[in-house]
C-alpha cells in the first residue's frame, strides 16, 4: 500500500469515527428507507450468510440478521472503530446473537473465499478508494450465484443531499485523496464495470427517496459539521451562505431532501468462480 492511500485511510477512519454519535442519532433514521430498499434488493432468506460492507453503526446488518434468522448470519464490516462499537452495542440491547462485527476495508475483506450469499453495501462503494479492488475482493467472498447489492447517491442535479454536501465542501480544503464522496458514483458505470471483469454481473435500478431537516441549523450539524469543522469562522460564515443560497431560502422552515437513489444490483457468475479456481 502506498503512502498515499495510508493517508486517505486514516483521514477517511477520523472522519467516521468523528460522526459516529451523530450517525446514529441523526442520519441513521433518515438513511433507513435506502437501508430498507438495499435489503429487499437482496433477497435475503432464513440460513443465509450476509456481508454487510460499510456496516458503519450496524442498521442494515442487524436489520439483516432478522432476516436470515433461523440458522443465517451476518458479518459487518467498516473502518471505523467508533462505529463498530456502537454496532455491537446495538447488537447486544437487541439480543441478535447471529451478527458479529469486524474491522476492515472493500479493499482487503476479513474473510474465507466462497463465503456469503449475499453483500450489501448501503452508501458505501462511494468512498471505496480503489474499487477495482473491492469488486474483485467481493468477488471473492462471494458464493457462486451470490447476491450483490449496493447503493449510491445520484448527482447533486438530482440528489440534494449531494448538493449539499458537495457546496459545503467546496470551501474545504481537498481530501487527501481524489474520486472519493457522495457523488463520487453519480455515474455508477465505472462500478457495474469493475464488478463485471471480477465476475459479478450487475445493473442499475433508482428509486427516488426522501427525509426531512426541521431547519438549516440543523441540517448543518449533522452534514457538514465535520467538513467544516477546520475552516476559519469567516470561511465557514461563507460556505453556510451558500448553501443557504442554494437550497434554504427560509432557513427556519423544515426542508424534504428529495434523492435519486442508485443500486448496483448482481450476481456472481458460475463461470467467474470455476475459472478462478483453474487459474
Not at 440478521?65 to 472503530?81: I, Y
Not at 457522495?182 to 435500478?205: C, K, M, Q, T, Y
Request: aromatic content about 6%; some cysteine.
Amino acid at each position: 500500500m502506498h503512502q498515499s492511500e495510508h493517508e486517505a485511510i486514516r483521514w477517511q477512519t477520523g472522519v467516521w469515527d468523528t460522526i459516529s454519535d451523530i450517525y446514529e442519532r441523526q442520519i441513521d433514521r433518515r438513511f433507513a428507507p435506502v437501508v430498507e430498499h438495499t435489503l429487499t434488493r437482496a433477497g435475503l432468506a432464513s440460513g443465509h450468510s450476509v456481508l454487510d460492507l460499510g456496516t458503519g453503526t450496524g442498521s442494515a446488518a442487524l436489520k439483516a440478521a432478522q432476516l436470515v434468522a433461523p440458522g443465517g448470519s451476518v458479518l459487518g464490516v467498516d473502518l471505523s472503530a467508533e462505529m463498530l462499537e456502537i454496532a455491537h452495542g446495538r447488537a447486544e440491547r437487541a439480543g441478535l446473537r447471529n451478527v458479529s462485527f469486524r474491522e476492515g476495508r472493500a479493499e482487503e475483506l476479513p474473510a474465507e473465499d466462497d463465503t456469503f450469499d449475499a453483500i450489501v453495501s448501503s452508501l458505501c462503494f462511494m468512498y471505496v478508494i480503489d474499487r477495482a479492488a473491492g469488486a474483485a475482493e467481493s468477488a471473492r467472498v462471494l458464493k457462486p450465484s451470490g447476491r450483490f447489492v449496493a447503493a449510491v447517491w445520484g448527482g447533486p442535479d438530482e440528489c440534494d443531499i449531494v448538493l449539499f454536501q458537495s457546496t459545503a465542501g467546496s470551501f474545504a480544503p481537498p481530501p487527501p485523496v481524489t474520486g472519493v464522496g457522495p457523488g463520487a458514483l453519480a455515474d455508477p458505470s465505472s462500478l457495474v464495470a469493475h464488478l463485471r471483469d471480477a465476475g459479478i454481473e450487475a445493473r442499475v435500478e433508482s428509486e427516488t427517496l426522501s427525509f426531512e431537516f426541521p431547519d438549516f441549523e440543523t441540517a448543518w450539524d449533522v452534514l457538514a459539521g465535520v467538513t467544516t469543522a477546520k475552516l476559519t469562522d469567516e470561511r465557514r460564515d461563507e460556505a453556510k451562505a451558500a448553501v443557504r443560497d442554494v437550497m434554504w431560502p427560509d432557513p427556519n422552515e423544515p426542508r424534504v431532501f428529495v434523492n435519486t437513489t442508485q443500486f448496483v444490483v448482481g450476481t456472481r457468475i458460475e463461470s467467474a468462480a470455476r475459472s478462478r479456481s483453474r487459474a
